[in-house]
């Protein structure tokens, strides 16, 4: 009896044992599922990113086709004066005719279609083309009476023939295309007229209206959202910085204090939509500031960056070890010395990142915006601060939920590459903190 | 009893207190800690270019004691201290006394080895830059160079000044504090345990440095080694459970002791 039961203990120290078997199990188990659990992240984000990509990256290709258009003085200044205001009575619909003109023209040296055919080609044209000829005319009445290439848009249709999204059999039934048309457009592509290549205009041109989803771009979003990360960076930064340092190192431990950490801790909680209610019903009903403004939006975004910013610098500078406050202190320097010449900047890497994380989240926020009207439909850039922080923009995250709301299928193309752009944005605010905690971490 | 020789004692320290050149001398001084009371009306005098060493078993208050003399404490919120302490004479808690010029005076040198995480130069010329000792880039190298040669590190160290204090040895370390401490021409040194955390070689280069530094400073330290308050000092304390048992020459302390409990706790009866 007595010699098994030596036996069976000196065994306890041998890999063959049950128990360290049944150990060894355990943490393979563990390994896997944890393994698993990694795997299924990955997963899940490469589909993410693969969706997005796979339907947004087309929207950085655009279609367009250059035409020689002649700005025909008896149609855009019949007077002959070339007063602005005179020319300025020229709608839209006056430029169409020059368009459909240099059309004809082209399908004459072509040789393709008769006269009966040239709205199917007009059609080839976004609707946006007129505007962006009397604008080029506003604002060079010289050029009336000349002949000036232009680099037209194709329409959505016709785009998306190239993109893939239409084809000759979904053209068949689309009331707003025919196979004529697209046939047409691939004579034009061979010519050299018709051409598809990187679309500047989608970070730089306005929105644009449900028609003709070609011509939205984002300029005023990513305007809007700059003006905005501009504003909450200069007022959560030193705010939310300077209201830690204090919490943290200077202000007495009471129930005061307490409870303002208590409440801090509780608004980096609260939903980002009551933010917006509280924008809403401060700031513009009873301060009267306008609405769709970036300084609302950006007063809103810093309310809710502020907790971010607050919580992160005070575990940075709690992580600052003690004694480096004791050595400080210790050779005679005030409280206020040791703070700001080794805690801080001890805590700085950790300050930053979490100012980043507070701007990125801010970046992407949508719910408050909308509360505030930035989900405005706004085609006017607003204008350089600080005036442009009270004129309506609108943001990035917000432009995709407009976009996502029409109905032409090509601006689920745009809402996709808004959202690739939105990313990329993130992506670099997220490497910069990065870069910046490398920079200054050090040891000690 | 008990009162009668605590009075008695008391009597005889203002006595003497009279006759000999105090640095610092504590009067009454207690330390609470929220409704825990650490220290009880302990009556010490730090004497002039004397190492005073404090001993006696965790928690018997001698670090407290010694944080009330640069009012470290203060730091500790909840930390409330009464009784008189001063600094030739003067009273270290008058509301006229700026508190960081009174740790100009008394430095501190603590238990972990703490150099600021920037260069060798920058750690020492730290203090005399916030206090403005030196008016220009020489006469601040010259106050490195001093600082670094009294605590024995200068010629360790020479030669990589922009180097990271942070990179040297723990030994180098604790030097290099007791040089940032020694910079901002302080009367009085604190040392927390300042070797607990080193290697018998490096203590012993420290506690050289304790002898050498005595001729400038006074000095009190704290300690758990009895054999280096006896090598170190000159006078020891003992503390007990937050009373000072008795305070005496060192040789006397460590041969024959009033208090029985000095006795055993010499003895490593407990503690």
């Given at each position: 009896m007595t010699d098994m039961a030596v036996e069976t203990t000196g065994k306890?120290?041998?890999?063959?044992d049950a128990r360290t078997r049944k150990r060894h199990a355990a943490e393979r188990r563990f390994r896997l599922m944890g393994q698993l659990a990694v795997a299924i992240g990955v997963l899940a984000l490469l589909g993410l990113l693969a969706s997005i990509l796979s339907n947004?990256?087309?929207?950085?290709r655009q279609t367009y086709i250059t035409l020689e258009i002649y700005l025909d003085p008896g149609v855009?200044?019949?007077?002959?004066?070339?007063d602005p205001a005179d020319i300025a009575k020229i709608t839209t619909f006056g430029y169409a005719p020059l368009i459909k003109g240099s059309l004809v023209k082209v399908m004459q040296d072509r040789g393709?279609?008769?006269?009966?055919d040239a709205d199917m080609a007009v059609?080839?044209?976004?609707?946006e083309a007129p505007a962006i000829l009397r604008n080029y005319v506003l604002a060079d009445?010289?050029?009336?009476g000349e002949t000036v290439e232009f680099n037209l848009l194709a329409s959505g249709r016709i785009d998306g023939y190239y993109k893939g999204r239409v084809s000759m059999a979904s053209a068949e039934l689309d009331r707003n295309t025919s196979p004529e048309q697209l046939r047409f457009a691939d004579e034009l592509k061979e010519a050299g007229i018709l051409v598809t290549r990187f679309n500047w205009d989608f970070f730089t041109a306005p929105d644009a209206s449900d028609t003709r989803?070609?011509?939205?771009?984002l300029g005023v979003a990513i305007l809007g959202s700059a003006y905005m990360m501009l504003i909450v960076l200069v007022l959560s930064l030193p705010i939310g910085v300077a209201a830690s340092i204090y919490l943290e190192?200077?202000?007495?431990?009471n129930r005061f204090t307490d409870l303002i950490e208590v409440n801090i801790a509780n608004l980096a909680a609260v939903p980002s939509i009551v933010f917006g209610i509280l924008g809403l019903a401060?700031?513009?009903?009873?301060?009267g500031l306008p609405q769709s403004a970036p300084v609302v939006g950006g007063l809103v975004l810093t309310l809710m960056t502020l907790p971010t910013i607050i919580i992160a610098t005070r575990a940075a500078l709690k992580a600052v070890p003690p004694s480096i406050r004791d050595a400080a202190l210790g050779v005679g320097a005030s409280r206020m010395q040791s703070v700001f010449h080794h805690v801080l900047p001890l805590a700085m890497p950790g300050i930053l990142t979490g100012t980043i994380i507070g701007l990125a989240q801010a970046l992407g926020e949508t719910a408050p915006l909308l509360l505030i009207g930035m989900v405005a439909f706004v085609r006017d850039y607003p204008a350089a601060p600080p005036e442009g922080f009270f004129d309506p923009a609108s943001a990035l995250p917000v432009q995709v939920y407009n976009w996502t709301q029409?109905?032409?299928?090509a601006f689920v193309e745009r809402a996709s590459g808004a959202i690739i752009v939105l990313l990329v944005f993130l992506l670099v605010m997220n490497l910069v903190a990065v870069i910046l905690r490398r920079r200054f971490e050090r040891r000690w | 009893m008990n009162v009668l020789t605590e009075a008695a004692t008391e009597k005889a320290l203002v006595k003497k207190m009279n006759e000999i050149n105090y640095k610092m001398v504590g009067q009454d001084v207690s330390v609470y800690y929220g409704d825990k009371?650490?220290?009880?009306?302990v009556n010490l005098g730090v004497r002039d270019n004397t190492v005073t060493a404090l001993i006696g078993p965790?928690?018997?208050?001698k670090s407290t004691f010694l944080r009330c003399l640069n009012r470290?404490?203060?730091?500790?919120?909840?930390a409330k201290v009464t009784g008189r302490i001063t600094l030739d004479g003067q009273d270290?808690?008058?509301?006229?006394?700026?508190v960081v010029e009174l740790r100009a005076r008394v430095g501190m040198v603590f238990q972990k080895p703490n150099?600021?995480?920037?260069?060798i130069y920058e750690n020492v010329a730290y203090g005399p830059r916030i206090h403005g000792l030196a008016r220009s880039k020489p006469d601040m190298d010259q106050i490195v160079e001093s600082s670094l040669q009294k605590a024995g590190l200068w010629n360790e160290v020479k030669d990589r000044l922009?180097?990271?204090?942070?990179?040297?040895?723990g030994g180098q370390q604790q030097r290099l504090c007791i040089a940032r401490a020694v910079a901002v021409s302080p009367e009085v040194i604190l040392m927390?345990?300042?070797?607990?955390?080193?290697d018998p070689i490096a203590t012993a280069r420290v506690e050289e440095l304790i002898h050498e530094l005595r001729a400038n400073y006074s000095i009190v330290i704290v300690t758990h080694s009895m054999q280096q308050a006896a090598r170190v000092s000159q006078r020891t304390a003992m503390f007990h459970l937050g009373h000072l048992v008795e305070e005496d020459d060192t040789d006397k302390m460590f041969?024959?002791?009033?208090d029985q409990r000095t006795q055993d706790y010499i003895m490593g009866r407990f503690g």
């Open positions: 306890a120290t041998m890999a063959g947004g990256l087309s929207s950085f855009l200044d019949k007077q002959g004066t070339r393709v279609g008769g006269e009966a059609a080839l044209i976004s609707k009445p010289s050029q009336i989803p070609e011509a939205a771009g190192e200077f202000a007495p431990r401060v700031f513009i009903n009873i301060v029409r109905g032409d299928p | 009371r650490a220290l009880f009306d965790s928690g018997c208050g470290m404490n203060d730091t500790i919120q909840s270290i808690h008058d509301p006229s006394i700026d150099p600021f995480p920037k260069s922009n180097e990271a204090g942070t990179g040297l040895s927390d345990e300042p070797c607990s955390a080193l041969t024959n002791p009033n």
